[in-house]
């Protein structure tokens, strides 16, 4: 499909999908923006309210990616910017980029640039397969629920080594399959997924770790933190004011499909994983 072509799809399913983020996930600290993951909790007491446990997820994102003071950090398909910004709250002297390819999501997050550009990540519309940033300019780069969208792993993961300066760290926030046979419905559900969400396969975790591997990347960590994430949909019984999308696109019920999400979380064929990897010293000689 042509990159315009998906572009739009993507933008599309975003625009129709933006009031049930916001209602479910607002940024506590910022107006009109929203988390598009899912949540982190780690202990199971009482239950974190959304907008709190997806911060929890940013944090941890933050945390294992080691992010320290004065590196350079992008974040890929970073959505309306809560990660970009969190991360900019946490390590003020990073220097924070965030990328999409949605414009709508870049024109949100863009209008905190004015109000407060101290603490404001520099955002701009790009596409993560063909960054425009000079090779070797990254610490750390971190895909935050956007890596499932890609169309071209491979390229994905050699541009991202690309940008990365050496003994830089890759970090993807993701679902990913487990080598479990699928049941019909299963199958089902992924096939509905792909082509209502926009996305194109969903990898295995192993298939990741290996192309990982051949590309450059060592220390990998996949950690399968399933059992901490908490999604929106475990807390609405509908959608959000009886909101659904467009009844005319073609577009299902988000809540749909994210409950078919879950329950292939729930029987163990897919997980949850942040992954973090090392980019290899660079060979000079
Ligand atoms: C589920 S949202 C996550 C957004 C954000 N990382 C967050 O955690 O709130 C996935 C994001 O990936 C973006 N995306 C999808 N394909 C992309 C591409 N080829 N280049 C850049 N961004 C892309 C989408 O526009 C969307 O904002």
């Known amino acids: 499909m042509a990159n315009n072509e998906r572009r739009q799809e993507i933008e599309t399913f ?18 009109g923006l929203y988390a598009m993951h899912i949540g982190y909790q780690q202990d199971w007491g009482e239950p974190l309210d959304n907008s709190i446990s997806a911060l929890q997820m940013s944090r941890r994102i933050i945390e294992l990616s080691e992010i320290k003071s004065g590196q350079v950090i992008l974040d890929a398909g970073c959505g309306v910017g809560t990660l970009a910004f969190e991360i900019k709250h946490i390590e003020p002297k990073a220097g924070v980029y965030g990328i999409d390819i949605s414009r709508n999501h870049i024109h949100l ?33 971190i895909f935050c629920e956007s890596f499932i969208h890609s169309q071209d792993k491979t390229g994905l993961i050699q541009e991202s080594s690309r940008i990365l300066k050496s003994k830089g760290i890759i970090t993807i926030a993701d679902i990913f399959m487990h080598p479990h046979t699928l049941t019909k419905e299963e199958v089902d559900i992924i096939a509905e997924l792909k082509t209502h969400m926009h996305i194109p396969n969903i990898t295995h975790i192993q298939e990741l770790v290996a192309l990982l591997l051949a590309n450059g990347f060592s220390c990998i960590n996949p950690r399968n933190i ?59 000689t």
């Open 14 to 31: 975003y625009r129709q999908t933006a009031p049930i983020f916001l209602k479910w996930s607002p940024d506590p600290k910022r107006i």
């Open 226 to 284: 399933t059992e901490n994430v908490v999604s929106p949909v475990d807390y609405h019984d509908s959608s959000p004011n009886g909101q659904s999308l467009d009844a005319e696109s073609s577009h299902q019920d988000i809540e749909t499909l994210l409950a078919g999400l879950q329950r292939l979380l729930r029987k163990g064929k897919a997980g949850y994983y942040i992954l973090t990897a090392q980019k290899n010293k660079t060979n000079t």
């Open 109 to 141: 997050a863009s209008q905190y640039e004015d109000r407060d550009d101290s603490f404001c990540p520099i955002f701009s519309i790009q596409d993560y397969e063909h960054l425009a940033f000079r090779s070797g300019t990254f610490d750390r780069i």
